[in-house]
């Protein structure tokens, strides 16, 4: 196939076995993960699975094995249905889908039959509404990311100026879907919970996020997670990460550390104590 599954659409070749293009594959490692929201990993871990290959170019990214290194190996849609079942049988209370995108097709035939928990859609919000509609009644939970809300960081620092426009109909199209937020005993069962990392240098871009988020949703219709573990990665300087591939759309990570360097800061963010001045929404 000629693959346009994401909003860069840059027509790389696919095959059962090999992919090319921004992304790359193959299905990378999975297992019980523990360090989720609260609601979403719950007491017995979240059956995550991780996909090899990212449409996103993150200087900061934390799972840069995974997502530029391609770390993991072929697997195929009778066994990553497998894999969905063995975790279920591990006490998984949900399965939770690491940066499935890419691979949207094939999710949705091992999603098939319809698996006795929830499944979570993990995602860094760069989604074509084209492809998300592959997955309806498919997924029950969405957990985008949405990083930025202005395009000169989103082409700064992840290669992807049209990030904010991409993801707001993204998020909008995942709300569609699954409609307002559902927990039941302490577990999110339906709904979308959207991620913001604070970055050092980058506020601004925390408060706009913040704004739309709150001014696109009613109270009571999403959930919102602010998060404060900013670590410096090696991709801060912009070493170690490899050159954004075919692209239709504005983009492409810089290359010279000195584009990245207030993200070398080491110290935590707390998201509450540095917004505070400039006011957080009232919606939120």
């Known amino acids: 196939m000629r693959c346009t599954l994401c909003p860069r659409m840059c027509g790389a070749e696919r095959t059962e076995t090999r992919g090319e293009g921004f992304c790359r594959m193959p299905a990378g490692p999975a297992g019980l993960h523990m360090w989720e929201e609260p ?4 007491t017995r871990g979240s059956g995550t699975v991780f996909f090899s290959g990212c449409t996103l170019g993150c200087v900061f990214c934390q799972n840069h094995e ?16 497998e894999i969905f079942r063995e975790l279920i049988r591990q ?11 890419h691979f949207a097709p094939w999710v949705a035939r091992a999603l098939e039959p319809a698996l006795p928990v929830p499944v979570v859609c993990n995602t860094g919000g760069y989604e074509r509404v084209e492809t998300l ?9 969405y957990l ?3 990083k930025y809300a202005l395009e000169e960081p989103a082409r700064q620092l992840s290669g992807a100026g049209d990030y904010p426009t991409a993801a707001r109909a993204a998020i909008r199209e995942m709300f569609r879907q699954v409609g307002p937020w559902e927990i039941r005993e302490g577990l999110l069962v339906r709904g979308v919970l959207i ?3 604070v970055l050092p240098g980058q506020l601004g871009n925390t408060r706009r996020v913040i704004d739309w988020v709150a ?12 998060m404060s573990q900013y670590t410096p990665q090696p991709g801060a300087s912009a070493r170690g990460r490899r050159p954004p591939g075919p692209t239709r759309h504005p983009g492409g ?3 010279g550390g000195a584009v990245y360097g207030k993200l070398r800061h080491p110290g935590r963010l707390h998201p509450g104590a540095h917004l505070r001045p400039g006011g957080i929404h009232p919606g939120l």
Not at 91 to 101: D, K
Not at 133 to 141: H, P, T
Not at 217 to 222: A, I, L, M, Q, S
């Open 215 to 226: 001014e696109t949703f009613r109270p009571g219709e999403v959930l919102f997670s602010l």
């Open 91 to 101: 006490g998984a209370h949900n399965i939770n889908l690491v940066t499935p995108g």
């Open 39 to 42: 609601v979403i990993s719950g």
């Open 66 to 81: 995974i997502s530029a290194q391609g770390v993991g190996k072929p697997v195929t849609v009778e066994r990553l249905g």
């Open 133 to 141: 509609r592959l997955l309806e009644g498919k997924v029950q939970v």
């Open 253 to 255: 990570v810089s290359g």
């Open 195 to 197: 991620r913001h990392l």
């Open 144 to 146: 985008p990311d949405m």
